[in-house]
């Protein structure tokens, strides 16, 4: 069995399609306390960290433990197009306490998720900018497989044709690679 954490985890949406008796989501993190409410009704066995990631407090609380897999869903507001496509919204930039929790616990698996504008939306880093995508591989792809695709996720069976940019990673020294499934037919 594997165990995880849910980064950016709304009402645990995510975590509904996972199969229980591989991957035992431990804890969540959130921001929004009705968001919270929701998930400890969807999930009453997950422990829920309210509050907001990029402080210290709570960050050093998610990294008390090692994980073997990670979702990070951070918000999309900043780059989606039903949004403003803010390039200097803050929220842009909260990939970067999901990459350095990867990189403090080490899981063997990683489902990152978000909108196909993710991809190209530029982040300040040590005074530059460079592309979420770009970020991704820099950080992770020493320690990494990393495959990514944006997928309509009509064709997995979700009753909504909406496309998402997925990264699927899995940690090298694990034997077997996380991959896409096939389409739904």
Known sequence: ?????????NIGIAELSLPKNKINISLANEIDPKRVYIYKKLHPKVNVIEGDISKKFIFSQLIRQKYDFVISTPPCQG????GKMDKLDPRNHLIKY???LIKKTNPKYIFHENVPGQDNTK???KGNTVSIDNYIRQELAENYKIVSQKVDMSKFGIPQARKRSIYLMTRKDVEKDWLFPNYSK
């Open 1 to 9: 069995m594997l165990n995880g954490i849910s980064l950016f985890a």
């Open 79 to 82: 780059m989606s197009t039903a």
């Open 98 to 100: 999901s990459i350095d």
């Open 123 to 125: 982040i300040y880093l």
